[in-house]
């Protein structure tokens, strides 16, 4: 749940979070929301997502439940489409969807757990879907001079918690280095002054 005592004036903003059915990604669109923006909230878990939408809703909150699995192109694409046409446009996409996809660490020896599979899917949901929506709607957020956040993991910046792979280095350290490229190729001016923005617990880059 979002902190009460942290608010924006947001109104009339058009966010578009992604992987949040929970956690961080939740957390994130009713921030957003109670502070006035209309959020279209994104999961490939279409029941989680659709329950959560509602409860927000309740609590007269502006949300819409986009659902789709960002780990193929093809979705990614009709996602981004289906969130710009019910917002009327965007102003901030968040990139947050990503997941481990096992449910214990699996130690860099085990190289025969690490299989082709298990690194494409990694790579499609934590890094390329990133991609993805920023490519699909980089024309809407050049129209409302929005902005792009990265939600990334703190494996980025070298601090394992364990000498393990949970998440993949793919997903850490891709969009975070990503991020810098992204904002050249969209016209965002140094330092990040329009476009995009990178930012992490504790940090925020301009």
Not at 18 to 31: F, P, Y
Not at 104 to 112: N, W, Y
Request: aromatic share 6%.
């Amino acid at each position: 749940m979002s902190n009460p005592n942290i608010t924006f004036n947001l109104a009339g903003r058009r966010a578009l979070v992604t992987g949040s059915a929970s956690g961080i990604g939740r957390a994130t669109a009713e921030l957003l929301a109670r502070s006035g923006a209309r959020v279209a909230m994104n999961d490939r878990a279409a029941d989680t997502l659709g329950a959560v939408v509602s409860r927000m809703r309740s609590s007269g909150l502006h949300v819409d439940a986009v659902p789709g699995d960002l780990g193929e192109s093809l979705t990614a694409a009709q996602v981004a489409c289906r969130a710009a046409e019910q917002l009327g446009g965007l102003d901030y996409l968040i990139n947050n969807a990503g997941a481990p996809f096992t449910r214990t660490p699996i130690p860099p020896a085990e190289l025969e757990a690490l299989t082709d599979d298990f690194w494409d899917r990694i790579l499609r949901v934590n890094l390329m879907s990133a991609f993805w929506m920023t490519k699909a709607l980089a024309g809407a957020l050049r129209a409302s001079r929005g902005a792009v956040v990265n939600n990334v993991s703190i494996a980025a910046f070298g601090r394992w918690q364990q000498r393990c792979l949970r998440d993949g280095e793919g997903r850490a350290r891709g969009p975070n280095a990503g991020t810098r490229s992204w904002a050249r190729l969209g016209g965002a001016r140094q330092r990040y002054r329009t476009g995009v923005r990178k930012f992490r617990v504790g940090m925020l880059i301009r």
